[in-house]
Protein backbone atom coordinates (compact mmCIF):
# COMPACT_ATOMS: atom_id res chain seq x y z
CA UNK A 1 0.00 0.00 0.00
CA UNK A 2 2.78 2.61 1.03
CA UNK A 3 4.42 1.56 -2.09
CA UNK A 4 1.52 2.20 -4.51
CA UNK A 5 0.89 5.73 -2.85
CA UNK A 6 4.74 6.34 -3.33
CA UNK A 7 4.42 5.78 -7.16
CA UNK A 8 1.16 7.57 -7.45
CA UNK A 9 2.94 10.35 -5.74
CA UNK A 10 5.84 10.16 -7.92
CA UNK A 11 3.68 10.15 -11.37
CA UNK A 12 1.98 13.11 -10.05
CA UNK A 13 5.22 15.25 -9.44
CA UNK A 14 6.03 13.89 -13.01
CA UNK A 15 3.21 15.08 -14.67
CA UNK A 16 2.67 18.46 -13.02
CA UNK A 17 4.80 21.35 -15.10
CA UNK A 18 7.93 22.96 -13.75
CA UNK A 19 7.21 25.78 -11.35
CA UNK A 20 7.49 28.70 -13.04
CA UNK A 21 6.40 31.53 -10.41
CA UNK A 22 4.94 32.48 -7.35
CA UNK A 23 2.79 35.48 -5.23
CA UNK A 24 0.24 35.87 -2.64
CA UNK A 25 -3.16 35.77 -2.65
CA UNK A 26 -4.39 39.79 -2.80
CA UNK A 27 -8.76 38.79 -2.55
CA UNK A 28 -11.35 36.14 -3.18
CA UNK A 29 -14.68 36.56 -4.31
CA UNK A 30 -16.51 33.53 -4.71
CA UNK A 31 -14.68 30.67 -6.70
CA UNK A 32 -12.58 34.05 -7.91
CA UNK A 33 -9.00 34.59 -6.74
CA UNK A 34 -6.62 37.25 -7.73
CA UNK A 35 -3.25 37.44 -6.97
CA UNK A 36 -0.22 39.07 -8.64
CA UNK A 37 2.12 35.70 -10.18
CA UNK A 38 5.10 37.18 -12.40
CA UNK A 39 5.42 34.45 -15.37
CA UNK A 40 2.26 33.49 -15.42
CA UNK A 41 -0.22 32.66 -18.59
CA UNK A 42 -3.95 31.97 -19.33
CA UNK A 43 -4.05 28.25 -19.06
CA UNK A 44 -1.35 27.68 -16.76
CA UNK A 45 -2.25 25.86 -13.79
CA UNK A 46 -1.44 26.94 -10.01
CA UNK A 47 -1.05 25.76 -6.37
CA UNK A 48 -2.89 27.33 -3.45
CA UNK A 49 -0.43 26.79 -0.69
CA UNK A 50 -2.46 25.92 2.63
CA UNK A 51 -1.79 25.09 6.20
CA UNK A 52 -1.54 21.24 6.08
CA UNK A 53 -2.76 20.98 2.61
CA UNK A 54 -2.67 22.09 -1.52
CA UNK A 55 -5.70 23.02 -3.99
CA UNK A 56 -5.09 23.24 -7.55
CA UNK A 57 -7.00 26.06 -9.61
CA UNK A 58 -6.12 27.59 -13.33
CA UNK A 59 -4.91 30.96 -14.82
CA UNK A 60 -8.47 32.30 -16.41
CA UNK A 61 -7.65 35.86 -17.07
CA UNK A 62 -5.66 38.99 -16.23
CA UNK A 63 -6.57 42.55 -14.91
CA UNK A 64 -3.55 45.83 -14.76
CA UNK A 65 -1.33 43.00 -14.07
CA UNK A 66 -2.93 40.77 -11.26
CA UNK A 67 -3.56 37.02 -12.48
CA UNK A 68 -7.30 36.07 -11.76
CA UNK A 69 -7.72 32.54 -10.74
CA UNK A 70 -10.02 29.71 -10.67
CA UNK A 71 -10.02 27.26 -7.78
CA UNK A 72 -11.07 23.79 -8.51
CA UNK A 73 -12.82 23.35 -5.32
CA UNK A 74 -13.71 25.16 -2.71
CA UNK A 75 -12.15 28.41 -1.59
CA UNK A 76 -12.20 27.83 2.33
CA UNK A 77 -9.32 28.56 3.95
CA UNK A 78 -7.92 30.96 1.06
CA UNK A 79 -7.43 34.53 1.94
CA UNK A 80 -5.24 37.36 1.76
CA UNK A 81 -1.54 36.39 1.57
CA UNK A 82 -2.22 32.87 1.20
CA UNK A 83 0.69 31.86 -1.28
CA UNK A 84 0.74 30.82 -4.46
CA UNK A 85 2.76 28.92 -7.12
CA UNK A 86 2.51 29.01 -10.92
CA UNK A 87 2.77 24.82 -12.37
CA UNK A 88 2.72 25.60 -15.90
CA UNK A 89 0.16 24.05 -18.78
CA UNK A 90 -1.34 21.15 -17.25
CA UNK A 91 -0.58 17.71 -18.33
CA UNK A 92 -2.47 14.58 -17.67
CA UNK A 93 -1.31 10.83 -17.83
CA UNK A 94 -1.63 8.47 -21.04
CA UNK A 95 -1.14 4.82 -20.64
CA UNK A 96 -2.06 1.64 -21.81
CA UNK A 97 -2.62 0.91 -18.01
CA UNK A 98 -5.65 3.24 -18.66
CA UNK A 99 -7.79 0.77 -20.33
CA UNK A 100 -10.69 -0.28 -18.79
CA UNK A 101 -10.17 1.76 -15.66
CA UNK A 102 -12.38 5.41 -14.89
CA UNK A 103 -10.35 8.35 -14.50
CA UNK A 104 -10.50 12.09 -13.44
CA UNK A 105 -10.01 15.08 -15.26
CA UNK A 106 -6.87 15.22 -14.36
CA UNK A 107 -6.15 11.41 -15.32
CA UNK A 108 -6.23 9.67 -12.09
CA UNK A 109 -7.98 6.50 -11.39
CA UNK A 110 -10.94 7.48 -9.33
CA UNK A 111 -12.67 3.56 -10.32
CA UNK A 112 -11.75 2.25 -6.60
CA UNK A 113 -9.73 -0.38 -8.10
CA UNK A 114 -6.08 -0.98 -7.82
CA UNK A 115 -3.57 2.23 -8.43
CA UNK A 116 -1.91 1.23 -12.23
CA UNK A 117 1.93 1.28 -12.29
CA UNK A 118 2.02 4.92 -12.72
CA UNK A 119 5.63 4.48 -13.99
CA UNK A 120 4.60 3.26 -16.69
CA UNK A 121 1.71 6.33 -17.82
CA UNK A 122 3.45 9.39 -19.85
CA UNK A 123 2.33 12.86 -19.24
CA UNK A 124 0.82 14.63 -22.09
CA UNK A 125 -0.60 18.29 -22.12
CA UNK A 126 -4.42 19.05 -21.63
CA UNK A 127 -3.95 21.46 -25.11
CA UNK A 128 -2.45 20.32 -27.94
CA UNK A 129 -3.15 21.55 -31.75
CA UNK A 130 -5.01 20.13 -34.41
CA UNK A 131 -3.15 18.18 -36.73
CA UNK A 132 -1.87 20.08 -39.96
CA UNK A 133 -4.97 19.71 -42.42
CA UNK A 134 -2.19 18.50 -45.01
CA UNK A 135 -1.20 16.07 -42.99
CA UNK A 136 -4.53 14.66 -42.41
CA UNK A 137 -5.66 11.72 -44.28
CA UNK A 138 -8.70 11.55 -46.05
CA UNK A 139 -11.57 9.57 -44.71
CA UNK A 140 -12.09 6.75 -47.16
CA UNK A 141 -13.16 3.76 -44.92
CA UNK A 142 -16.45 3.39 -43.04
CA UNK A 143 -16.33 2.77 -39.44
CA UNK A 144 -19.35 0.26 -38.55
CA UNK A 145 -20.81 0.98 -35.40
CA UNK A 146 -23.58 -2.16 -34.76
CA UNK A 147 -26.39 -0.11 -35.39
CA UNK A 148 -28.40 -1.06 -38.24
CA UNK A 149 -30.17 2.90 -39.37
CA UNK A 150 -26.22 4.55 -38.75
CA UNK A 151 -24.10 2.03 -41.08
CA UNK A 152 -26.78 1.60 -43.43
CA UNK A 153 -28.03 5.24 -44.34
CA UNK A 154 -26.08 7.62 -41.54
CA UNK A 155 -22.57 6.10 -42.13
CA UNK A 156 -19.39 7.48 -40.14
CA UNK A 157 -16.03 6.83 -41.46
CA UNK A 158 -13.09 6.57 -39.42
CA UNK A 159 -12.14 10.19 -38.50
CA UNK A 160 -15.39 11.63 -38.63
CA UNK A 161 -16.46 13.92 -36.33
CA UNK A 162 -20.45 13.87 -35.93
CA UNK A 163 -22.79 15.75 -33.58
CA UNK A 164 -25.51 13.69 -31.42
CA UNK A 165 -28.37 16.00 -31.35
CA UNK A 166 -31.44 14.82 -28.87
CA UNK A 167 -33.06 16.46 -25.94
CA UNK A 168 -33.68 15.09 -22.72
CA UNK A 169 -34.78 10.90 -21.88
CA UNK A 170 -34.67 9.71 -26.02
CA UNK A 171 -31.88 7.46 -25.32
CA UNK A 172 -28.34 9.22 -26.07
CA UNK A 173 -26.66 7.37 -23.55
CA UNK A 174 -27.91 4.13 -24.40
CA UNK A 175 -27.11 4.85 -28.53
CA UNK A 176 -23.74 5.59 -27.26
CA UNK A 177 -23.05 2.36 -25.20
CA UNK A 178 -24.34 0.55 -28.30
CA UNK A 179 -22.09 2.17 -30.60
CA UNK A 180 -19.15 1.84 -28.44
CA UNK A 181 -20.05 -1.83 -28.19
CA UNK A 182 -20.39 -2.86 -31.77
CA UNK A 183 -17.86 -0.51 -33.38
CA UNK A 184 -14.88 -2.22 -35.07
CA UNK A 185 -12.60 0.76 -33.43
CA UNK A 186 -9.48 -0.48 -31.03
CA UNK A 187 -10.14 1.84 -28.14
CA UNK A 188 -12.98 4.05 -27.03
CA UNK A 189 -12.31 7.05 -24.49
CA UNK A 190 -15.32 8.30 -23.07
CA UNK A 191 -16.03 11.81 -21.59
CA UNK A 192 -18.81 12.13 -19.15
CA UNK A 193 -19.01 15.58 -18.87
CA UNK A 194 -21.00 17.30 -16.04
CA UNK A 195 -23.58 13.92 -15.70
CA UNK A 196 -25.89 13.34 -12.75
CA UNK A 197 -23.64 11.14 -10.48
CA UNK A 198 -26.31 8.23 -10.27
CA UNK A 199 -25.95 7.84 -14.49
CA UNK A 200 -22.54 7.69 -14.55
CA UNK A 201 -22.55 4.27 -12.71
CA UNK A 202 -25.56 3.18 -14.65
CA UNK A 203 -23.85 4.00 -18.03
CA UNK A 204 -20.65 2.05 -16.74
CA UNK A 205 -22.70 -1.22 -15.56
CA UNK A 206 -25.06 -0.90 -18.56
CA UNK A 207 -24.26 0.53 -21.98
CA UNK A 208 -20.68 0.30 -21.92
CA UNK A 209 -19.96 -2.60 -20.16
CA UNK A 210 -19.64 -4.63 -23.29
CA UNK A 211 -16.74 -2.55 -24.17
CA UNK A 212 -15.43 -1.84 -20.79
CA UNK A 213 -11.73 -3.27 -21.13
CA UNK A 214 -11.23 -1.33 -23.97
CA UNK A 215 -12.21 2.13 -22.61
CA UNK A 216 -11.03 4.66 -20.37
CA UNK A 217 -13.97 6.79 -19.36
CA UNK A 218 -13.69 10.27 -17.72
CA UNK A 219 -15.73 11.44 -15.52
CA UNK A 220 -16.33 14.92 -14.15
CA UNK A 221 -19.81 15.00 -12.20
CA UNK A 222 -22.53 17.72 -12.58
CA UNK A 223 -21.24 19.41 -9.10
CA UNK A 224 -18.19 19.96 -9.88
CA UNK A 225 -16.48 23.08 -10.51
CA UNK A 226 -16.78 24.62 -13.98
CA UNK A 227 -13.06 24.14 -14.57
CA UNK A 228 -12.96 20.16 -13.79
CA UNK A 229 -16.21 19.78 -16.24
CA UNK A 230 -14.43 21.18 -18.66
CA UNK A 231 -11.56 19.59 -17.97
CA UNK A 232 -13.14 16.09 -18.75
CA UNK A 233 -13.62 16.99 -22.10
CA UNK A 234 -10.32 18.37 -23.37
CA UNK A 235 -8.66 15.49 -21.00
CA UNK A 236 -10.44 12.29 -22.79
CA UNK A 237 -9.48 14.38 -26.32
CA UNK A 238 -5.99 14.12 -25.04
CA UNK A 239 -6.21 10.49 -24.30
CA UNK A 240 -7.54 10.15 -27.51
CA UNK A 241 -4.72 11.32 -29.18
CA UNK A 242 -2.04 9.35 -27.23
CA UNK A 243 -3.92 6.36 -28.52
CA UNK A 244 -4.04 7.89 -32.00
CA UNK A 245 -0.73 8.63 -32.40
CA UNK A 246 0.29 5.02 -31.94
CA UNK A 247 -1.21 4.14 -34.95
CA UNK A 248 -4.77 3.01 -33.47
CA UNK A 249 -7.92 3.50 -34.60
CA UNK A 250 -10.00 5.33 -31.37
CA UNK A 251 -14.04 6.12 -30.71
CA UNK A 252 -13.97 9.23 -28.88
CA UNK A 253 -17.53 10.21 -26.88
CA UNK A 254 -18.64 13.29 -25.52
CA UNK A 255 -21.84 13.54 -23.49
CA UNK A 256 -22.05 16.48 -23.45
CA UNK A 257 -21.04 19.43 -26.00
CA UNK A 258 -23.63 21.30 -24.13
CA UNK A 259 -22.22 20.73 -20.95
CA UNK A 260 -19.14 21.64 -22.00
CA UNK A 261 -19.95 24.91 -23.53
CA UNK A 262 -21.98 25.44 -20.20
CA UNK A 263 -18.93 24.69 -18.27
CA UNK A 264 -16.59 27.15 -20.46
CA UNK A 265 -19.39 29.94 -19.83
CA UNK A 266 -19.25 29.57 -16.30
CA UNK A 267 -15.10 29.88 -16.82
CA UNK A 268 -15.62 33.34 -19.37
CA UNK A 269 -17.54 34.73 -17.20
CA UNK A 270 -16.04 34.48 -13.73
CA UNK A 271 -13.01 35.56 -16.00
CA UNK A 272 -15.06 38.91 -16.67
CA UNK A 273 -16.06 38.17 -20.24
CA UNK A 274 -19.12 40.13 -21.33
CA UNK A 275 -22.06 37.84 -22.10
CA UNK A 276 -22.43 37.79 -25.93
CA UNK A 277 -24.40 35.61 -28.18
CA UNK A 278 -27.33 33.59 -26.08
CA UNK A 279 -25.57 34.70 -22.74
CA UNK A 280 -22.41 33.17 -23.55
CA UNK A 281 -19.49 34.97 -23.94
CA UNK A 282 -17.06 35.02 -27.50
CA UNK A 283 -14.81 32.63 -25.69
CA UNK A 284 -16.63 29.72 -25.87
CA UNK A 285 -17.42 29.84 -29.46
CA UNK A 286 -13.89 30.36 -29.89
CA UNK A 287 -12.74 27.21 -27.88
CA UNK A 288 -15.39 24.87 -29.70
CA UNK A 289 -13.35 24.66 -32.90
CA UNK A 290 -10.52 23.96 -31.13
CA UNK A 291 -11.43 20.76 -29.64
CA UNK A 292 -13.48 19.14 -32.08
CA UNK A 293 -10.34 19.81 -34.90
CA UNK A 294 -8.38 17.78 -32.55
CA UNK A 295 -10.35 14.77 -33.01
CA UNK A 296 -10.48 13.42 -36.84
CA UNK A 297 -7.34 11.23 -38.72
CA UNK A 298 -3.68 11.99 -38.20
CA UNK A 299 -0.60 10.66 -40.14
CA UNK A 300 -1.50 7.19 -38.67
CA UNK A 301 -4.16 6.73 -36.59
CA UNK A 302 -7.74 8.45 -36.31
CA UNK A 303 -10.17 9.62 -33.81
CA UNK A 304 -13.52 8.85 -34.58
CA UNK A 305 -15.80 11.45 -32.65
CA UNK A 306 -19.38 11.92 -31.26
CA UNK A 307 -20.85 14.81 -29.42
CA UNK A 308 -23.79 14.77 -27.78
CA UNK A 309 -25.40 18.17 -27.98
CA UNK A 310 -28.82 18.93 -26.26
CA UNK A 311 -31.36 20.32 -28.13
CA UNK A 312 -33.19 22.81 -26.44
CA UNK A 313 -36.43 22.28 -28.47
CA UNK A 314 -37.47 19.63 -31.43
CA UNK A 315 -35.67 22.61 -33.60
CA UNK A 316 -32.81 22.46 -32.09
CA UNK A 317 -32.61 26.03 -32.47
CA UNK A 318 -30.11 27.39 -29.84
CA UNK A 319 -26.69 28.83 -30.14
CA UNK A 320 -24.08 26.11 -29.01
CA UNK A 321 -26.42 23.69 -32.00
CA UNK A 322 -26.16 25.67 -34.80
CA UNK A 323 -22.36 26.75 -33.91
CA UNK A 324 -21.51 22.52 -33.81
CA UNK A 325 -23.87 21.82 -36.51
CA UNK A 326 -21.11 24.18 -38.56
CA UNK A 327 -18.07 22.63 -37.36
CA UNK A 328 -18.71 18.90 -37.29
CA UNK A 329 -18.85 16.26 -40.43
CA UNK A 330 -22.29 15.09 -39.72
CA UNK A 331 -25.35 14.81 -37.46
CA UNK A 332 -27.31 12.15 -35.95
CA UNK A 333 -30.80 13.59 -35.36
CA UNK A 334 -32.92 11.85 -32.50
CA UNK A 335 -36.74 12.68 -32.55
CA UNK A 336 -38.76 12.57 -29.06
CA UNK A 337 -41.84 11.07 -31.60
CA UNK A 338 -39.54 7.84 -32.51
CA UNK A 339 -39.20 7.43 -28.45
CA UNK A 340 -42.58 8.56 -27.92
CA UNK A 341 -43.71 5.25 -30.29
CA UNK A 342 -41.07 3.11 -28.60
CA UNK A 343 -38.92 2.97 -31.66
CA UNK A 344 -35.56 2.86 -31.05
CA UNK A 345 -32.95 3.62 -31.79
CA UNK A 346 -35.27 6.88 -32.03
CA UNK A 347 -33.08 8.16 -35.14
CA UNK A 348 -35.14 10.83 -36.96
CA UNK A 349 -33.43 9.52 -41.19
CA UNK A 350 -34.54 12.79 -43.19
CA UNK A 351 -33.00 15.35 -40.30
CA UNK A 352 -29.66 13.08 -39.87
CA UNK A 353 -26.61 13.47 -42.41
CA UNK A 354 -23.26 11.99 -42.90
CA UNK A 355 -21.21 14.40 -45.41
CA UNK A 356 -18.74 11.64 -46.03
CA UNK A 357 -21.38 8.72 -47.11
CA UNK A 358 -20.54 9.44 -50.48
CA UNK A 359 -16.52 8.59 -49.93
CA UNK A 360 -17.29 5.99 -47.84
CA UNK A 361 -20.19 3.42 -49.04
CA UNK A 362 -20.82 2.03 -52.46
CA UNK A 363 -23.40 3.10 -55.38
CA UNK A 364 -25.40 0.20 -54.38
CA UNK A 365 -24.96 1.56 -51.27
CA UNK A 366 -25.75 4.58 -51.77
CA UNK A 367 -29.09 4.53 -54.25
CA UNK A 368 -30.50 2.04 -52.03
CA UNK A 369 -30.03 4.63 -48.96
CA UNK A 370 -32.18 7.13 -51.31
CA UNK A 371 -35.06 5.28 -52.29
CA UNK A 372 -35.26 4.51 -48.16
CA UNK A 373 -34.89 7.55 -47.17
CA UNK A 374 -37.25 8.96 -49.82
CA UNK A 375 -39.84 6.22 -48.67
CA UNK A 376 -39.42 7.57 -45.02
CA UNK A 377 -40.68 11.06 -45.89
CA UNK A 378 -43.11 9.81 -48.00
CA UNK A 379 -44.55 7.43 -45.38
CA UNK A 380 -44.65 10.09 -42.43
CA UNK A 381 -46.45 12.60 -44.98
CA UNK A 382 -49.33 10.31 -44.92
CA UNK A 383 -48.64 8.38 -41.51
CA UNK A 384 -52.10 9.78 -40.43
CA UNK A 385 -54.38 8.48 -43.24
CA UNK A 386 -52.48 4.99 -43.13
CA UNK A 387 -53.52 5.22 -39.16
CA UNK A 388 -57.19 5.85 -39.50
CA UNK A 389 -57.36 3.78 -42.43
CA UNK A 390 -58.52 6.75 -44.63
CA UNK A 391 -55.44 6.11 -47.29
CA UNK A 392 -57.18 4.40 -50.69
CA UNK A 393 -54.20 2.46 -52.89
CA UNK A 394 -53.85 3.28 -56.20
CA UNK A 395 -54.23 7.06 -55.40
CA UNK A 396 -50.55 8.06 -55.05
CA UNK A 397 -47.86 5.34 -56.63
CA UNK A 398 -45.17 7.00 -54.21
CA UNK A 399 -47.61 6.94 -51.16
CA UNK A 400 -48.41 3.11 -52.36
CA UNK A 401 -44.48 2.23 -52.86
CA UNK A 402 -43.43 3.81 -49.14
CA UNK A 403 -46.49 2.05 -47.60
CA UNK A 404 -45.86 -1.34 -48.99
CA UNK A 405 -41.91 -0.51 -47.99
CA UNK A 406 -42.46 0.08 -44.58
CA UNK A 407 -42.49 -3.41 -43.04
CA UNK A 408 -38.75 -3.35 -43.85
CA UNK A 409 -37.98 -0.05 -43.28
CA UNK A 410 -39.11 -0.42 -40.02
CA UNK A 411 -36.91 -3.75 -39.60
CA UNK A 412 -34.19 -1.88 -41.01
CA UNK A 413 -34.51 1.36 -38.65
CA UNK A 414 -35.20 -0.71 -35.38
CA UNK A 415 -33.15 -2.44 -33.15
CA UNK A 416 -32.95 -3.88 -29.51
CA UNK A 417 -30.08 -1.98 -27.04
CA UNK A 418 -27.14 -4.29 -27.11
CA UNK A 419 -27.73 -6.37 -29.89
CA UNK A 420 -25.38 -5.17 -32.57
CA UNK A 421 -25.54 -6.47 -35.86
CA UNK A 422 -22.91 -6.76 -38.71
CA UNK A 423 -22.09 -4.92 -41.59
CA UNK A 424 -23.16 -7.69 -44.15
CA UNK A 425 -26.61 -8.23 -42.23
CA UNK A 426 -27.40 -4.53 -42.22
CA UNK A 427 -26.56 -4.22 -45.89
CA UNK A 428 -28.97 -7.13 -46.43
CA UNK A 429 -31.92 -5.18 -44.56
CA UNK A 430 -31.50 -2.13 -46.54
CA UNK A 431 -31.61 -3.93 -50.30
CA UNK A 432 -34.79 -5.55 -49.03
CA UNK A 433 -36.18 -1.97 -47.94
CA UNK A 434 -34.97 -0.62 -51.19
CA UNK A 435 -36.58 -3.07 -53.60
CA UNK A 436 -39.86 -2.87 -52.02
CA UNK A 437 -39.79 0.85 -53.61
CA UNK A 438 -42.71 -0.67 -56.81
CA UNK A 439 -44.38 -2.98 -54.90
CA UNK A 440 -48.23 -2.54 -55.14
CA UNK A 441 -50.18 -1.85 -52.15
CA UNK A 442 -52.40 -4.39 -51.03
Not at 59 to 88: D, I, K
Request: net charge neutral; charged share 25%.
Amino acid sequence: MIEAKLEAATAAVAAAPKWRGAGAVRSVTGPVVEAPLPGARVGDGVRFELPGAVRAGEVVAFEAGVARLLAFGATTGVGPGTPVSVTGPPRVLAGWDLLGRVVDPAGRVVDGGPPPPYARLEPVPLHRAAPDPLARRPIERALPTGVKVLDALVPLGEGQRVGLFAGPGVGKSTLLGDIAAGTTADVVVAALVGERGREVREFLEGPLAPARQRSVVVVATGEQPALLRARAALCATALAEWFRDRGLKVLLLVDSLTRYARALREVGLAAGEVPARAGYPPSVFAELPRLIERAGNGSTGSITALYTVLAEGEGAADAVSEEVRGLVDGHVVLSRQLAERGHWPAVDVPASLSRVAARITSEAQQRAAEVVRRHVVNYEARRELVVLGAWEPGTDAEGDAAIAAWPRIEALCRQAPGRPVPLEETLEHLEAAAREEAAPCA
